[in-house]
């Protein structure tokens, strides 16, 4: 089992760019893929990012597509979410989240497990 703790949220204007970070612990971190989502008031959790256990490969979302970057630091049991270029539509929670599963994952009900979320804002 892993435990996942989000930081690096906040309030930023349009074009501006912010870092998440997603701390895991309480299991080895390089057994999992690791994914981002967020969610919108009154809208449905999406998928933003994914990255594999090695960190070789990874896919997005077309909405941040070329704006977003996922990486992780397996030595450190942390995945990231570079964010530039942020537009108010990017306003969410985000979450982090692991699956045990290989390959890469853009549905919610591939992963075991879930961080408490962190607040992006995004002003314009």
């Known amino acids: 089992q892993v435990q996942l703790v989000e930081s690096g949220g906040g309030l930023v204007q349009a074009g501006g760019s912010l870092r998440l970070s997603c701390a895991a612990s309480?299991?080895?971190?390089?057994?999992?893929?690791m994914g981002w989502f967020r969610q919108a008031p009154g809208k449905e959790r999406e998928f933003v990012a994914t990255?594999?256990?090695?960190?070789?490969?990874?896919y997005y979302a077309d909405s941040v597509k070329g704006r977003f970057t996922i990486s992780r630091d397996n030595a450190k049991n942390t995945v990231y979410l570079q964010m530039n270029s942020l537009k108010p539509e990017d306003t969410a929670v985000y979450y982090c989240?692991?699956?045990?599963?290989?390959?890469?994952?853009?549905?919610?009900?591939?992963?075991?497990?879930w961080g408490q979320g962190t607040q992006v804002t995004v002003s314009s």
């Open positions: 309480g299991d080895t971190f390089s057994r999992y893929g």
């Open positions: 990255i594999i256990r090695s960190g070789t490969g990874t």
């Open positions: 989240a692991a699956t045990i599963d290989y390959g890469l994952g853009s549905l919610a009900s591939r992963y075991d497990y």
